[in-house]
């Protein structure tokens, strides 16, 4: 599975957009990008994944470039329970593919 | 409600002791995973499984051990011969969607301490 590169925190003020990066210049063509958060203490949370087409859902949208060479996560309307360590993965979309590389993350942190 | 039950939320453990960790799942998933966490650090996957009565090792699994007996039961033991137990660990369970994507449900952790 490609590894993936993200900055290690950001801020957003609360009630604006996040946009969260991620590069993983590796990736190949039958691999997803998968987008998962972690709040402090808690198990991670599935928010989205994107295989080339932008997607989007309740939670946020996802934009891949066309290259597939990186992505944004965007949150519209960041709220403090947003705060977060956000996870980006690329991984096959084959079954047995089974171990997803979460690096360390981008800890986002919403401020009032 | 379906999900992913980990059990105890807290868990300490004496010197030479083994301690097993609970993890149930109500969502018929086949797929179950183990998966490590340092302070500060990413997720590392002890030990998977994604059928009943098989698992295989992941990148860090000496000094742990697994069973699957039950599709909605696999529960990891820490052995006194993992040296350096204390972490929060994260039991995870996964559905093969449509067109072989594959999401994971996490339960809510156990912190593991060594007294």
């Known amino acids: 599975d490609a590894k993936t590169t993200q900055p290690p925190s950001m801020d957003c003020a609360e009630g604006r957009a996040a946009n969260l990066p991620c590069n993983h210049s590796t990736i190949s063509g039958n691999e997803y990008v998968y987008w998962y958060r972690q709040i402090h203490s808690q198990g991670p949370q599935y928010i989205i994944h994107g295989l080339k087409n932008n997607e989007t859902n309740e939670m946020a949208s996802l934009i891949i470039t066309e290259d597939r060479k990186s992505s944004t996560l965007i949150l519209p309307h960041a709220t403090l329970r947003d705060t977060a360590v956000y996870y980006c993965?690329?991984?096959?979309?084959?079954?047995?593919?089974?171990?997803?590389?979460f690096g360390t993350g981008t800890r986002l942190t919403v401020i009032p | 409600d379906g999900g992913i039950t980990q059990s105890p939320k807290y868990l300490f453990r004496k010197e030479g002791q083994n301690v097993t960790l609970s993890c149930e799942q109500n969502?018929?998933?086949?797929?179950m995973y183990w998966y490590r966490q340092d302070p500060g650090q990413g997720l590392r996957l002890i030990y998977y499984s994604q059928i009943v009565n098989d698992f295989q090792k992941g990148d860090i699994a000496e000094g742990y051990s697994v069973s699957r007996e039950k599709k909605e039961s696999f529960p990891l033991t820490v052995t006194s011969a993992q040296k350096n137990p204390t972490a929060f660990y994260l039991c995870?369970?996964?559905?093969?969607?449509?067109?072989?994507?594959?999401?994971?449900?996490f339960g809510s952790g156990t912190q593991l301490s060594v007294l």
């Open positions: 993965i690329v991984r096959g979309g084959q079954t047995g593919a089974n171990n997803l590389f």
């Open positions: 969502l018929n998933h086949d797929a």
């Open positions: 995870a369970s996964s559905i093969v969607g449509s067109r072989g994507r594959e999401k994971l449900f």
